[in-house]
């Protein structure tokens, strides 16, 4: 089954593929790798996702909005692809940042939506090595972000 398959079979919709809106580029391939840069999380209504986790969001609540940064990664991926998710061979790192109080210890439960979502869509080649790591602060007040390096075939 192809990923675009799989995700038509899960009823995926992806988001848009954001544009940067600093200095820097969604995307960069070097080689066979294809970095993407920080995801942060949006809603479906493309409304931005704010606040602590721990104090304004629960656990749960996080992980969703971790699912979402997932999505707009794997949109990213897809245009970096030219549309053809065919070309990933495989998600080699996720790296999650959590907007947090500072006594919230379940980042890693936080970045579970995003690795959970690249698994349910690539499959073994989907599993990857991760950092979940907590900060005070994110841009835009946002509650997560998470990057990614994929391999490519």
């Known amino acids: 089954m192809s990923y675009e398959e799989k995700i038509k079979e899960l009823k995926i919709e992806l988001p848009e593929a954001k544009a940067p809106v600093g200095s820097y ?75 947090s109080t500072e006594d919230f210890t379940d980042q890693p439960k936080v970045i579970n939506g995003a690795s959970d979502l690249i698994a349910s869509i690539f499959g073994e080649a989907g599993m990857h090595t991760r950092a979940a790591v907590s900060t005070n602060s994110l841009p835009l007040g946002v509650s997560v972000e998470v990057d990614a390096i994929f391999e490519l075939n």
């Open 25 to 99: 580029v969604a995307t960069k391939i070097s080689g066979k790798l294809l970095y993407v840069s920080g995801q942060i999380s949006m809603s479906p209504d493309a409304e931005l996702i704010k606040g602590k986790v721990g104090k304004d969001l629960t656990t749960e609540e996080a992980y969703k909005a971790a699912e979402r940064c997932g999505l707009s990664i794997v949109a990213q991926v897809k245009k970096a692809c030219d549309g053809d998710l065919s070309k990933v061979k495989s998600c080699i790192k996720l790296t999650g940042f959590v907007n």
